[in-house]
Nanobody, 126 residues
Framework: QVQLVESGGGLVQAGGSLRLSCAASGRTFSSFGMGWFRQAPGKEREFVAAISSTGGVTNYADSVKGRFAISRDNAKNTMYLQMNNLKPEDTAVYYC???????????????????WGQGTQVTVSS
């Protein structure tokens, strides 16, 4: 079993920055592929970014490329999402997810992920 807890969300003006964290329980965090997803009101949950088990491979949605950066610190069992140049359309609940298995890839499909956090709200004002 893997438990995930997100933090770092909040209210920010357009053009600002936030860093989300996802703290994972369990000793096998470093074995799992991880990802960030988001869900805006009335919309489906969508892929934001993913990172492979070792951190060597990353993948981003086109809408966040060049603005967001995903990273992980396996020694701290924590994954991060640095979000820069935020836009009002980035407003959503952000979820971290774990595949629960080792992966050399950074997978964008929701079907890859077994464990989910409770989400953290990010609101970007114009």
């Amino acid at each position: 079993q893997v438990q995930l807890v997100e933090s770092g969300g909040g209210l920010v003006q357009a053009g600002g920055s936030l860093r989300l964290s996802c703290a994972a329980s369990g000793r096998t965090f470093s074995s799992f592929g991880m990802g960030w997803f988001r869900q805006a009101p009335g919309k489906e949950r969508e892929f934001v970014a993913a990172i492979s088990s070792t951190g060597g491979v990353t993948n981003y949605a086109d809408s966040v490329k060049g603005r967001f950066a995903i990273s992980r610190d396996n020694a701290k069992n924590t994954m991060y999402l640095q979000m820069n140049n935020l836009k009002p359309e980035d407003t959503a609940v952000y979820y971290c997810a774990s595949s629960g298995r080792w992966s050399p890839y950074a997978v964008s499909s929701r079907r890859e992920y077994t464990y989910w956090g409770q989400g953290t709200q990010v609101t970007v004002s114009s």
